[in-house]
């Protein structure tokens, strides 16, 4: 029902999705089949990780900008992000 407010609101439909809480337990295999059906390409999960592809488009990790350079508990610097930076792992939970 939402979708539709936000179509109507929007001029077209959303293709992009935050799980509600991001949290692993809300970003099920269940969750990201509706939101493909739905029309969604791509999602964002609340896990801190890089994503070294886009091979899992509805499972995108991300990060909070306070754990970026700049934000308020940085947690990388600039010159190494990538190093230091772990690899999504909620899709295992997904698959398995």
Excluded at 9 to 33: E, K
Excluded at 41 to 69: G, I, Y
Excluded at 77 to 94: N, Q, Y
Aim: hydrophobic share 45%; with cysteine.
């Amino acid at each position: 029902m939402a979708r539709h407010y936000l179509s109507d609101w929007a001029g077209y439909a959303p293709y992009a999705l935050s799980y509600p809480y991001g949290s692993r337990a809300a970003c099920s295999a269940v969750a990201a089949d509706v939101a493909r059906r739905c029309g969604v390409r791509f999602a964002f999960t609340m896990e801190r990780a890089a994503n070294p592809d886009l091979t899992r488009p509805l499972h995108l990790a991300r990060f909070d900008n306070n754990d970026l350079p700049g934000g308020k508990a940085a947690r990388f610097e600039i010159d190494r992000l990538f190093e230091g930076v772990g690899r999504p792992k909620w899709f295992e939970a997904v698959d398995a």
